[in-house]
């Protein structure tokens, strides 16, 4: 079969003194995707943290908040960018209009599961206790949503990063550029290079993540054990 | 508005619609691509799923294939096939199935293994043996979460099937494509549509699949995912 004559021919699947020679750019794009992904999870968590809260007390608020979370959630990504380019051009701001529309439903979902799981005598004694609505909020229910949204962030941390590599093809960078120019130059080292570094980001982010949530919430870990 | 009417003037442009380039026939590239490697990614994740669950063996694998596959690009996914098979829609396939098998496989395990314990040894106290416990009460009872990861992945193959074109796989993504590299927004931008509506159609038609399949007994109320637990649990969480 003339296609797995490709599986052994020509060069092999990592080039390392390209690597060596790369290591500055390879550096900087890391840091581009890390940046693009962090800010796309920071705002996604603004806009989801109150909608979550809101559609989790007013249950009827719940239906239409995912439904358009939902869609914007299955349109792919490529076409959400594309779609977007007339309005924002190919710039960064497209990028992260399109990463952050990804996480919302992630999010919310999880926002809105966690708040549904605090026990309702738990609630009735901090009402007891004397707590305002928006202090038993801060104080006692979002505490303990709180294993279940750091749960969505690292779904939804996860998922950016692998989705950043795609706003190469809209001109913006990241270890998709890298990708990228692999398939441009059918040149396979760029590509196992960038995309490597990619799924070594997304396993880093979401240990970090872990070990954030770990800390935030001591007591889950006794009650783990 | 001005490229609103534009896009309106290609989609109603008869050239479009006729030939070995226009939108039916790269409508229909896309549906095939997506289709043969949703129905390829069923024959091996399906089985290996509810048998895992059926025996509750495995689960660690069939939960965390999952999330590795998550971590996983598609768009490297789809490049590094393109590296090893060469251009054409075979990398496109392999890229598709591989994308697919991860969320089909989790769900079908989670479900077949997580059917309650008492339900189960009810079924075993009435005389059922084990091939007929999974066929009769583990499988029926699965469907909603084995749906939603048919659902999951079946969308998530039209999203990256958008990115075959650029191994030589065609599908609606040619527009897409040759609209950024020609920077021609009124083609990007037709393509772009086409691709969002076949996405929201799929899930669409899968969502009303999966509430016809599932079983009288338990329709009506929506999957509940535990998610309690401290790792992010693949089942209903969509994958992207």
């Avoid at chain 1, 080039?15 to 500055?24: C, R």
């Avoid at chain 1, 229910?141 to 190469?168: F, Q």
């Amino acid at each position: 079969m003339p296609v797995f004559a490709q599986l052994y021919s020509r060069e092999a699947w990592i080039d390392w003194s390209w690597v060596a020679d790369n290591t500055d750019r390879l550096r900087a794009a890391t840091w581009e995707h890390v940046a693009l992904t962090v800010i796309a999870v920071v705002i996604g968590l603004a806009i989801s943290l109150p909608l979550g809260v809101a559609a989790a007390r007013w249950r009827r608020l719940y239906t239409p908040v995912i439904s358009v979370t939902g869609l914007l959630y299955t349109i792919p990504s490529l076409a959400l960018f594309v779609v977007l380019v007339p309005v924002t051009g190919l710039t960064r701001t497209t990028a992260e209009i399109g990463l952050v529309s990804y996480t919302l439903l992630i999010l919310i979902r999880n926002v809105v599961a966690g708040l549904d799981g605090v026990p309702g005598d738990i609630r009735e004694a901090a009402t007891g206790m004397g707590y305002g609505e928006l202090r038993r909020l801060v104080r006692v229910e979002l505490p303990i949503a709180l294993p279940a949204i750091m749960a969505g962030v690292r779904i939804a941390t996860v998922t950016t990063v692998g989705l950043v590599t795609i706003t190469a093809l809209i001109g913006q960078g990241g270890l998709g550029t890298f990708i990228l120019t692999g398939l441009n130059r059918d040149f396979r080292t760029p590509v196992v290079v960038g995309s490597a570094l990619s799924v070594a980001l997304a396993v880093v982010a979401d240990l970090v993540l872990l070990a954030v949530q770990r800390t935030l919430t001591p007591w889950t870990r006794a009650a783990a054990t | 508005m001005e490229l609103l009417a534009d896009v309106w003037r290609w989609f109603t442009d008869p050239a479009q619609w006729q030939g070995r380039s226009s939108i039916p026939v790269h409508l229909w590239q896309h549906v095939r691509l997506s289709g043969v490697s949703m129905v390829l990614a069923l024959v091996v994740a399906l089985p290996v799923g509810v048998v895992l669950g059926h025996v509750r063996r495995g689960g660690v694998l069939a939960v965390n294939v999952s999330n590795i596959g998550r971590a996983v690009p598609s768009f490297a996914l789809l490049v590094l096939a393109f590296g090893a098979f060469g251009i054409g829609t075979t990398p496109a396939y392999v890229a598709l199935v591989a994308l697919a098998v991860p969320p089909v496989l989790t769900n079908a395990y989670v479900g077949v293994a997580e059917v309650d314990a008492q339900i189960r040894e009810s079924a075993v106290a009435m005389g059922m043996r084990g091939r007929e416990v999974l066929r009769r009460i583990e499988l029926p009872l699965a469907v909603p979460l084995i749906m939603a990861g048919v659902r999951t992945a079946a969308v998530q193959v039209v999203a990256t099937a958008t990115l075959a074109d650029l191994v030589g796989g065609g599908g609606l993504g040619r527009y897409i494509i040759l609209g950024l590299r020609t920077r021609d927004n009124v083609v990007a931008f037709g393509g772009a549509l086409l691709v969002a509506l076949l996405a929201v159609l799929t899930e669409l038609l899968l969502g009303r699949a999966q509430r016809r399949l599932t079983p009288r007994g338990i329709r009506g109320d929506e999957i509940v995912v535990p998610q309690g637990s401290s790792t992010p649990r693949a089942a209903d969480v969509p994958v992207a």
